[in-house]
């Protein structure tokens, strides 16, 4: 059974083979125009002529009339056809507009799935008794235990460029992979701050870390003892290039362009690579609109293209980043 983006990827294909046709059809048309106004020239001097022959030319100049009475047929026929084509092209370009709009949905929502997954994650981490023990009771052995805990889940998720236990005062004492980050002080992150102040699962914008070498986003919870209370913070960094699975199955027409793009409108993920954090498409009627509030899910046309816009919706306890998916098509 196909799926939605397969239906979609063969209606999108079938729509622009649908345009390609019927250009073809309007060049053909032209054509038939063209040869039109000619023979409606030809008749006209023909008719001149078979004038200036007087009985001679009566006979011919009979030809001459019927040559005009098709030629006239032809042009009205042809601007009648060219009204439906117009109407068949604009047709085709809603179908594809709506379509687009379900690709762009789809894009998100599978985001925001992937992202909701991260989010229980780190939930679920911040509760294990290693991760805990490795803060109330502080000792080489159990800061071991916790490592060895931390790296099993990070070799086995995969997904994850690195994952931390940090105390109060802000230090990292433990982490699965990259050992030299351990002491490193992340009391001064809002990161940090923010899960402390709410006692809630904080999660950061996509952004590009040093620490990690790539571009990331962070899941921290706070880890409580047995009495509830905080005593640290359990933080992931979630390997951004996994996004990518599924932006790359979201395949269009070769022509075709999707990003992904944070609440400021700059572009977070595309399938080029290129502009990342970079290029902002503020400046499209469609990016404004999904922006502002004003259209959640919807399209545009503008300079030729199609723009279908769909804003995340969040997923469950993850209520999203304000991020949105951004689908060109040209018409």
Not at 50 to 78: N, P, Q, T, W, Y
Not at 283 to 295: E, F, H, I, T
Request: charged share 25%.
């Amino acid at each position: 059974m196909e799926s939605t983006v397969e239906k979609n990827l063969n209606v999108s294909i079938l729509m622009n083979e649908l345009k390609d046709d019927n250009r073809n059809m309007e060049n053909v048309m032209h054509k038939i125009k063209d040869i039109s106004m000619k023979s409606n020239i030809l008749a006209l001097n023909s008719g001149i002529e078979a004038a200036r022959a007087g009985e001679a030319g009566r006979a011919f100049s009979v030809v001459a009339k019927e040559i005009k009475k098709f030629a006239e047929e032809c042009l009205d026929s042809s601007k009648e056809s060219e009204v439906l084509i117009n109407r068949i092209q604009n047709k085709a370009n809603e179908i594809i507009a709506l379509r687009t709009v379900d690709i762009a949905f789809d894009t998100i929502d599978k985001i925001d799935r992937n992202l909701f997954e991260r989010n229980c994650d780190v939930q679920a981490w911040a509760t294990f008794d290693a991760i805990k023990d490795c803060l109330t009771n502080p000792t080489p052995e159990m800061k071991k235990s916790a490592q060895s805990f931390m790296k099993n889940i990070y070799e086995i998720y995969e997904v994850y460029f690195d994952l931390f236990v940090v105390d109060l005062s802000g230090e990292i004492t433990v982490a699965a992979k990259n050992q030299s980050q351990v002491g490193t002080n992340m009391s001064d992150r809002e990161w940090f701050n923010e899960t402390i102040r709410t006692n809630a699962v904080h999660v950061t914008d996509m952004y590009y870390s040093k620490a990690v070498g790539g571009y990331t986003m962070g899941y921290s919870a706070p880890i409580h003892n047995e009495q509830g209370e905080i005593i640290g913070v359990f933080t992931t960094r979630f390997n951004w290039e996994f996004i990518y699975d599924i932006i790359d199955r979201a395949k269009l027409h070769e022509k075709s362009k999707l990003y992904a793009i944070n609440s400021q409108g700059y572009i977070i993920a595309s399938q080029d690579r290129k502009g990342i954090l970079e290029t902002n498409l503020n400046d499209l009627k469609a990016v404004k609109n999904v922006l502002s509030g004003k259209d959640q899910r919807g399209y545009t046309i503008e300079n030729n293209q199609i723009y279908a816009y769909c804003l995340t919706e969040g997923y469950n306890a993850y209520k999203g980043k304000g991020w949105s998916v951004i689908v060109s098509e040209s018409i």
